[in-house]
């Protein structure tokens, strides 16, 4: 037994020793990440937004005019 377990266990080594060293080091690069520039909004965003708005309540508050005048018979 021990005759034959000598060369069978040196035979396995030399075979799998083999294949675990097959496909050399792995190296990982790590990525550079970009640098993220945020812009800033503009000052001013609100403007149009308020103009907008104030155009669309004195359209409503104004009404027309175009109505015509009420007579009463009399």
Not at 12 to 18: E, H, K, P
Not at 37 to 46: A, I, K, L, Q, Y
């Amino acid at each position: 037994m021990k005759l034959l377990a000598a060369p069978v266990l040196a035979l396995s080594l030399a075979l799998t020793s083999t294949a675990a060293f097959a496909g050399g080091p792995i190296v990982i690069e790590e990525e550079i990440q970009p640098d993220v520039v945020v812009e800033e909004t503009p000052r001013s965003g609100w403007i149009i937004p308020v103009l907008i708005g104030g155009i669309l309540l004195c359209a409503i508050a104004c009404g027309n005019d175009d109505d015509e005048p009420v007579t009463t018979p009399g």
